[in-house]
């Protein structure tokens, strides 16, 4: 039976191969929904973004102009503009290295230990599954200034209290706080899946070999074949603190003074409140060459000492 | 795989032709009431949460009187703005609805785009507007670029809320609330010495820049000159209003609320006065409950002669060019504005009515505002509205954003009233249009 099947299906294909013009012309066919998804959804929008950045079309209008780079031009004398690039820079080396931090710290404790290892998981997990925006309104609470528990504690232990969400020198430090908070329980899985994978046998080795200390196992043997998942685990917690959007409008609308206006909300802000499209594609257009440069750059720089195991 | 998609479509065909001649059969049976049921017009609003009551009990009232026009809700969207942005992309694919209330400063955008078709020829075929309730002041709030091109659905004006428990406990009599400013930084500071937490007092300036125009038109001020070339906000008044918001902070210790920090320290007892939207009585209310005794006045008074409040809200505005279109429009838009509809209005929000008949005539309202004595301070200022003035041009939204933005700075005391009035006019002076 077994034989009769396979020498059918061997008789079939490649006449269908043959019809459809080869295997590459199979493999075509199979690829096209995908092809045109990707085109529709991806390539033409962006293509379009690309388009409407040189010309000063504002939404419901009934004409745009071609205006070259003006909007380009427009953005260096946009004091608006240069706070948001400057806060989104502050944000995420607030937010990346803290974050990346105290998961691989979590996650070596929490492999580490013998017992509990699923409930810290789905505790430090916990945040990333909720909704940002509903936490949004737990955190304005915590950290309102008068009634907000986080400044009565201030003010019990007689420390200062600061106006966390209100203050232009403590917004984008807060709200730092609370992406370190979101990103933490996400990055603290994929360390825990990349330590999983590594050999039990290399510690044995490395014991052997002489390395007795917990830290000297981490720094010979973690941290190395650890590697590949701290590659992306960068890439992601980046882009992803780039893209901090949610928060920032629910808790703050990007005040005081732009003390915590960023990227995405004045591209948010341009279009959909100033209707100003041109513009917010342009700023589109410049997030995009960030993202995707800071990709290159990792990529580029980190894989050449990533030790893939 | 292939067959089942070829059924489905043939299936779907085979409904929509049948659809098309029972559609057509009807219309070859009874051509005259095809032609006189045609006056169909869709209505968009905003905020469901505040409105989705008072439309549709406008809507039942409506369908009821005008049973000639079948006119439907599209789905409402959740704020002035997203209604905003609906419309215009409604505009750029020409699928507008008919009718469309929209907050009040943004009627000049849609009057300067050309998307509000001009009222007045319409009203001109009502004769005598005072008997219908719409004074010279009402119609003025859908006056811009000199095209009446909306009326006023629901109006609202800033208003003093207080914590009567709290300001007894600090020793203020709530009952005798302070009627100028500097009783109220005095007050506010006797509720702050309570500690603990109290806060005394804070005035909404943040969100946009129509808090701060109530401080300007309260001293007499006005944003742009009457020709619309120059700021006219950087004269005495707009110092004094800015050197009061200073006040606010350095003598009455006004925190700096981001968000809506204000109504949650209001909701749970620890601020005794604070001046916003009438517009969020009914919210306040229900957030406050029980926990302390809540109680509403007018604002206080700076210049009681020249002084004058802003005007928030929405107001319809008709989209159709087509004359029959516009004709059902137009009883629909007639309707929702009357004294009846009004009531309707008022009932369902806490809004202020806008129109006169309704105002003036204790039938309509009287045993509401009785009843329900917190929507009342709103009502006695009725006399000092004019509108929230909306900036011409294509940066009319940026400018608020602009004065909120500067507002900040002397909410955080990072700058002095002259020197963000000097920011605030040399700023605002780049976005508005230059003409001649």
């Not at chain 2, 005072?130 to 811009?144: M, N, V």
Request: aromatic share 10%; proline share 5%; glycine share 8%.
């Amino acid at each position: 039976m077994a034989d009769v099947a396979l020498s059918g299906s061997a008789l079939n294909q490649p006449r269908l191969a043959r019809r459809m013009g080869g295997d590459a012309g199979i493999a075509w066919l199979l690829a096209l929904p995908a092809i045109l998804a990707y085109l529709a959804m991806i390539l033409l929008p962006l293509l379009a973004v690309l388009a409407l950045a040189f010309t000063d079309y504002e939404f419901g209008a009934r004409s745009f102009h071609w205006i070259g780079l003006a909007n380009f031009a427009d953005m260096l004398s946009d004091r608006t503009f240069a706070a948001s690039i400057r806060n989104t820079v502050i944000y995420c080396l607030f937010v990346a290295p803290l974050s990346i931090g105290i998961a691989l710290g979590l996650a070596v404790l929490i492999e580490a230990g013998s017992r509990g290892k699923a409930l810290y998981r789905a505790v430090f997990f916990l945040p990333v599954v909720s909704l940002t925006v509903a936490m949004a309104t737990a955190w304005q609470y915590l950290l309102h200034p008068s009634i907000g528990p986080v400044n009565a504690l201030l003010r019990m232990v007689g420390a200062g209290t600061p106006n966390w969400l209100g203050s232009s020198d403590w917004v984008i430090v807060s709200l730092g706080f609370i992406g370190v908070w979101e990103n933490v329980g996400f990055n603290l899985v994929l360390f825990l899946a990349g330590l999983t994978a590594i050999p039990r046998e290399l510690y044995a080795a490395s014991e052997i070999d002489g390395a007795r200390s917990g830290w000297s196992k981490f720094w010979l043997v973690t941290w190395p074949m650890l590697g590949p998942t701290m590659l992306f685990v960068i890439i992601i917690t980046m882009t992803r603190s780039i893209r901090v959007f949610d928060t920032v409008q629910t808790l703050t609308q990007g005040g005081p003074n732009n003390a915590s206006e960023v990227l995405l909300r004045t591209i948010y802000q341009e279009g959909f409140h100033y209707f100003k499209f041109g513009y917010s594609a342009a700023i589109t257009l410049v997030f995009l060459v960030i993202v995707l440069g800071l990709m290159l750059i990792q990529t580029r720089l980190i894989d050449r000492r990533v030790h893939y195991g | 795989m292939t067959k089942d998609i070829v059924t489905k479509d043939m299936r779907i065909s085979r409904r929509h032709t049948l659809t098309v001649m029972g559609g057509a059969a009807v219309s070859v049976a009874m051509p005259s009431v095809v032609r006189a049921q045609a006056a169909e017009i869709q209505v968009h609003y905003s905020m469901p949460a505040i409105f989705k009551e008072a439309q549709d009990a406008v809507m039942e009232a409506f369908t009821k009187k005008h049973p000639e026009v079948r006119a439907t809700y599209v789905n409402p969207t959740p704020t002035y703005e997203d209604g905003a942005q609906l419309l215009l992309r409604n505009a750029a694919t020409n699928s507008m609805p008919e009718v469309s209330f929209q907050g009040l400063n943004r009627l000049r955008m849609f009057a300067e785009r050309g998307v509000a078709v001009d009222l007045s020829p319409l009203l001109a075929t009502e004769g005598d507007l005072a008997k219908l309730g719409y004074s010279p002041a009402i119609l003025g709030l859908g006056f811009h670029a000199k095209v009446q091109c909306g009326l006023p659905f629901a109006t609202s004006n800033p208003i003093s809320y207080y914590n009567a428990t709290l300001l007894r406990r600090a020793g203020l009599d709530p009952s005798r609330f302070p009627t100028t400013w500097d009783q109220v930084i005095a007050d506010a500071q006797k509720v702050r010495a309570l500690g603990d937490g109290n806060e005394g007092m804070f005035f909404r300036w943040p969100g946009d820049d129509w808090m701060f125009s109530a401080l300007l038109y309260g001293h007499g001020g006005r944003m742009l000159n009457e020709a619309e070339t120059d700021v006219a906000f950087n004269g005495a008044e707009g110092l004094a209003a800015l050197r009061l918001l200073d006040r606010m902070v350095k003598e009455g210790g006004m925190p700096n609320f981001a968000g809506t920090a204000d109504l949650q320290a209001f909701s749970a007892g620890k601020l005794g006065m604070m001046f916003r939207t009438t517009a969020q009585v009914r919210s306040i209310a229900n957030s406050v409950g029980s926990n302390f005794e809540l109680g509403t006045t007018v604002m206080p008074v700076i210049d009681a002669q020249k002084g004058r409040l802003p005007t928030g809200g929405a107001g319809a505005m008709i989209t159709t060019k087509d004359p029959r279109k516009q004709e059902a429009a137009w009883k629909f838009v007639k309707f929702a504005t009357s004294a009846e509809g009004t009531t309707l209005m008022v009932k369902n929000t806490g809004y202020v009515p806008c129109n006169q008949l309704a105002i003036d005539d204790p039938r309509y309202l009287g045993d509401f505002y009785t009843a329900n004595p917190l929507f009342q301070a709103a009502t006695k200022q009725v006399h000092l509205m004019v509108p929230w003035y909306a900036f011409p041009g294509q940066n009319s939204v940026r400018v608020t954003q602009v004065m909120v933005d500067n507002l900040a700075r002397i909410a955080e005391q990072k700058a002095t009233p002259e020197a963000v009035l000097a920011d605030m006019a040399t700023e605002v002076r780049r976005l508005i249009p230059r003409q001649g």
